[in-house]
């Protein structure tokens, strides 16, 4: 790590989140000095439970490390970059989820707050930032946004002052967490799906239904009572008698939600049993409920997918007609949370800066991306930048090829009047010039580009 001059004027950070970690961590290995802000404990959110620094709030997944995949990539970009949190922190506190990079969220959060702590180029600040009046009136003042889909009111307000921009907002999901020792072992089986696992053992725990619980369980879900909206525009709309008023991501839909769409949308989402088989009759399920690891100990685990905005009560009684789970305790209830984030197209540049105030950064879910893994991504590359500008340099932006560079490219290049977050996938990656036809191999071509394209840049001389 490069030397950090006493006198170096430091970079704020605002959110000790995914993304305000990994960009703090890139500015002290650049030989800058960070700020960053943290308002919890002293503020706390919807949805967050300690005040440790990285926390994850809702799945406890990184997804896929299967080869050349679009999640896989933008890891390996990411490692490639020398990323705290994807390439240091997470392959220490990992517990099994076949293919998937699952952490122990307690001991990835710890480990993320012991690393960043005792850094002395990092100095943390347990505040709330609600101005933002420094950075907009004093060009020499840096600071990267990092505050997270659950931004205070306040600092949301001032940002949408600073921009000119309404907010824009959707709602947001987490999945139920269960006591190991409430599932019956009995019903549920262990198995990964089609046999995938990294090491060759069963992952996940299955809960498998039959078409009569399947239809029972269906028939509750749809008529449970639902927590109402605690946004003030979605509570008049509904008191007028709308429904489905909540604008949720497409890509992380409640249960109940789904199930609205028609009978069988649980069936081919995430209760498909595809790729399973119940030991006890030697044949698929109907549908299935898979349980994924919390923790390192295998003391509790998570319902895939089962994110829901019933009531607490409701939820016990309607969880508990899972095969397996009918003595279920439930450690964490399924909620529903607010998401903030900015019209990125409209604001940023490619290195993430506002156009208007360049010495002012986004990055994490409020500069417009879904996900644990592309929110770090977001504040590597922030932090890279804020560095580069505190020193005085130039930085050059991701190369399109990479999955880094399309994200940032789909952050502030999309259509901004009908823009919506997104996840990494390989949509937003340039298309081949000759794609071979078969998809794996395509696939597998398009990660190789990547790979040599994002080897080329950071070969190239800094400017």
């Known amino acids: 790590m490069a030397s950090t001059p006493d006198n170096a004027r430091p970079i704020h950070i605002i959110g000790g989140g995914l993304a305000g970690c990994e960009a703090a961590w890139q500015i002290a290995r650049a030989g800058g000095r960070a700020i960053l802000y943290e308002m919890r404990p002293a503020k706390s959110t919807q949805a967050h439970k300690t005040d440790q620094l990285a926390e994850l709030v809702c799945s406890n997944s990184l997804k896929s490390e299967q080869e050349n995949t679009a999640p896989w990539l933008l890891k390996e970009e990411l490692r490639k970059l020398g990323s705290l949190l994807i390439g240091t922190i997470a392959p220490q506190t990992r517990v099994p989820a076949g293919h998937a990079l699952t952490v122990d969220r307690d001991l990835f959060a710890a480990e993320v707050s012991r690393v960043i702590e005792a850094e002395p180029a990092i100095e943390i600040r347990r505040e709330e930032i609600t101005s933002l009046d420094e950075f907009k009136y004093d060009p020499r003042a840096i600071c990267i946004i990092a505050s997270g889909p659950l931004t205070s009111n306040a600092l949301a307000q001032d940002i949408a002052r600073l921009t000119g921009s309404e907010r824009l907002y959707f709602y947001d999901s987490i999945s139920p967490i269960v006591d190991a020792e409430s599932i019956d ?19 996940y725990l299955n ?144 290195k993430l800066q506002l156009r208007e105030y360049p010495n002012i950064f986004f990055a994490g879910q409020i500069s417009g991306v879904e996900g644990y893994v592309e929110s770090i991504a977001t504040g590597l590359v922030a932090g890279r930048a804020a560095a580069a500008l505190a020193a005085g340099a130039e930085v050059e932006a991701f190369p399109r090829q990479t999955a880094i560079g399309s994200l940032c490219a789909y952050v502030t290049g999309a259509d901004p009047a009908n823009y919506q977050p997104a996840n990494i996938t390989f949509d937003l990656l340039p298309k081949l010039e000759n794609p071979p036809r078969d998809k794996k191999v395509r696939q597998t071509e398009v990660c190789r580009r990547a790979i040599e394209a994002l080897d080329s840049y950071l070969l190239a001389p800094v400017p």
């Open 185 to 203: 072992l009995s019903v549920a089986f262990r198995a990964s799906r089609y046999g995938k696992s990294l090491d060759g053992t069963d992952d």
């Open 207 to 350: 809960c498998p239904f039959d078409k009569p619980q399947y239809e029972a369980f269906l028939d509750a879900l749809l008529a449970a009572e639902s927590v109402p909206a605690h946004i003030e525009e979605d509570a008049a709309l509904q008191a007028d008698g709308g429904k489905d008023t909540a604008r949720f991501f497409e890509a992380c839909l409640p249960i109940e939600e789904i199930a609205r769409r028609g009978r069988d949308t649980l069936r081919f989402g995430p209760m498909k049993p595809m790729g399973l088989t119940d030991p006890r009759t030697g044949r698929r399920p109907y549908a299935v409920v898979q349980l994924r690891m919390e923790n390192a100990r295998a003391g509790s685990y998570n319902l895939v997918g089962f994110q829901n905005h019933m009531r607490f009560g409701e939820q016990q009684r309607v969880l508990r007609m899972i095969p397996g789970l009918e003595r279920a305790e439930i450690l964490r209830y399924g909620q529903v949370h607010r998401n903030t984030y900015i019209n990125g197209p409209a604001l940023l540049t490619a």
